[in-house]
């Protein structure tokens, strides 16, 4: 026989305020918890999303970034003559010998600086990259100082509008377009011709070569050609496997912080939750005696009242993650640790987020009523009737 499950709701409602005030509770430690994991995930998101799994970026060895990488003309072209590069439409290799440079624009609205990672493309680096889709204006000519923004920079910075001029090595530069890349770290970035800003930024040497495979399952095949070539010193990436990596010290970070956050919060919500239910064990002694009296065993009244814990703790996560899920619609700024530059991205809600946060809930409502229910549970059938 179990008890009604109406009964175990009815006394929910009967206590609305100290329902309310613990659910709050549970309801703001989901939030963070969920808020922190969608921070990852979005970071994760942005940085993997931004390379394409038939791209290979070769980089010099030991580099960790491309920021300190430096790959010499003459081995970017022994790269760029691979057999296994594919071809564009119009019959050329595609092929981008591409630099990297940080330069520091002042914020919009703080006025504060902050690195921006400049890029210099070949020709060929937009087909390499079929995820920027460009938004106003037109892509810049070869050639020329003429640059294109990322459109998450064009919130953030100064003077990024199409027909303003940034200042870049020393030389002005003309923004004619605002690109697109979607949730990729690209939409960080600004872009123009490679050998334009090599002469400006006085280099002699790129900082990355990108190039298509004709044939992906043929990657193992390519590295090995190249990092055993003993005229270069370079070491070749899958184009996702390199900005995969470029996320996990934040990742790792993210994750120490969910730890700490979470063990502290919940540690306050478990409390709160054990006390509500003892509190209402404490005030229905005379029920739980009575139901004992009428034929309802121990294990019945554990159950109940677990699970009137339970759905206190439901109560609270699932108003906790809806919150969380309007995180969604901010796009935040921070410094990628692995190049010291602005990088944009947005919150991340995924299914695996909503399961992990409600059963966080859960366990903290099973942890917090546990002793409560069990107690009510051992409870003498006499001595709980004589409280009357």
Do not use: C
């Amino acid at each position: 026989m179990s008890v009604p499950y109406t009964y175990i709701f009815r006394n929910l409602w009967a206590r609305k305020l100290t329902t309310l005030l613990t659910a709050i509770g549970m309801a703001l430690v989901v939030f963070v918890f969920a808020t922190v994991l969608m921070l990852s995930a979005g970071l994760e998101e942005t940085l993997v999303a931004t390379g394409s799994p038939n791209n290979v970026i070769v980089i010099r060895h030991s580099a960790e970034t491309e920021v300190q990488s430096t790959i010499d003309r003459a081995q970017a072209g022994i790269i760029a003559t691979l057999p296994n590069i594919a071809y564009g439409s119009l019959g050329e290799t595609l092929v981008s010998k591409e630099l990297i440079v940080l330069n520091v624009l002042p914020k919009r609205h703080s006025g504060k600086p902050s690195n921006v990672t400049i890029r210099g493309i070949s020709s060929t680096g937009l087909t390499l990259r079929p995820q920027i889709h460009l938004h106003q204006g037109r892509l810049f000519h070869s050639g020329t100082r003429e640059i294109m923004i990322g459109n998450n920079l064009v919130q953030s910075f100064v003077g990024t509008h199409i027909g303003e001029k940034l200042y870049l090595g020393l030389n002005p530069w003309t923004i004619v377009g605002i690109f697109d890349a979607g949730k990729t770290a690209f939409s960080s970035e600004i872009w123009g011709d490679v050998n334009q800003l090599m002469q400006a930024f006085r280099r002699d040497a790129y900082s990355s070569v990108i190039f298509k495979l004709a044939d992906p399952e043929a990657f193992e095949q390519t590295k090995q050609l190249l990092e055993n070539d003993q005229r270069l010193t370079i070491e070749a990436k899958r184009e996702t496997q390199f900005y995969a990596e470029q996320s996990e010290m934040m990742s790792r970070f993210l994750k120490v912080l969910r730890l700490a956050l979470s063990i502290i919060f919940s540690m306050g919500a478990t409390i709160g939750a054990m006390i509500t239910m003892y509190a209402s064990v404490a005030n229905r002694t005379i029920e739980i005696g009575t139901l004992r009296a009428i034929g309802f065993p121990r294990r019945n009244i554990l159950q109940a009242f677990l699970l009137e814990s339970l759905t206190l703790s439901l109560m609270g996560g699932i108003p906790g993650l809806i919150m969380a899920s309007f995180m969604q619609l901010l796009t935040i700024s921070t410094m990628n640790w692995k190049t010291f530059s602005e990088l944009a991205f947005s919150f991340t809600l995924t299914k695996t987020i909503v399961w992990q946060s409600l059963l966080f809930s859960l366990f903290m409502g099973l942890v917090g009523g546990f002793l409560p229910a069990a107690r009510a549970a051992r409870m003498n059938i006499i001595e709980a009737l004589r409280a009357a």
